[in-house]
């Protein structure tokens, strides 16, 4: 395996624990990563990492499925919200400029960083 696809298993293997640990689909993770490791440019990043997401969330969902986690039908009503809405984000993607689509997700990493400090005061 030449060092490229080492460094997106190792990529994958990062947003796949977060995934399976954080409750994420991984995208968080993977899109950083891709964009300043894998020197991805920001589309590229963010279709790619969505279709990493289905994979690892497929796994995680099942794991905590034999655990009895979670709860099914209410992650059915979020899966059909979530594929109307990846329909629209993904179209919407490519009318947004890179530098534009960068600094959104980063206003949203920040937002949700807020949220969470702000949770444990």
């Not at 994958?12 to 020197?39: E, H, T, Y």
């Not at 329909?87 to 919407?92: E, H, V, Y």
């Not at 689509?101 to 969470?116: D, E, N, P």
């Amino acid at each position: 395996m030449d060092k490229r696809k080492l460094l997106l298993v190792f990529i994958g293997l990062c947003g796949g624990m977060a995934s399976g640990l954080l409750g994420i689909g991984g995208g968080i993770i993977f899109v950083p990563l891709l964009i300043s490791i894998a020197k991805f440019n920001q589309k590229d990043a963010h279709a790619t990492s969505v279709g990493a997401i289905v994979p690892a969330v497929i796994v995680g969902a099942a794991i905590y499925g034999l655990n009895k986690f979670g709860n099914l039908g209410d992650s059915i009503y979020l899966g059909i919200g979530g594929i109307v809405g990846a329909q629209i984000g993904a179209k919407l993607m490519y009318k947004i400029p890179n530098k534009q689509l960068k600094k959104g997700f980063g206003v949203i990493l920040v937002i949700v960083a807020i949220r969470m400090i702000m949770s444990w005061v």
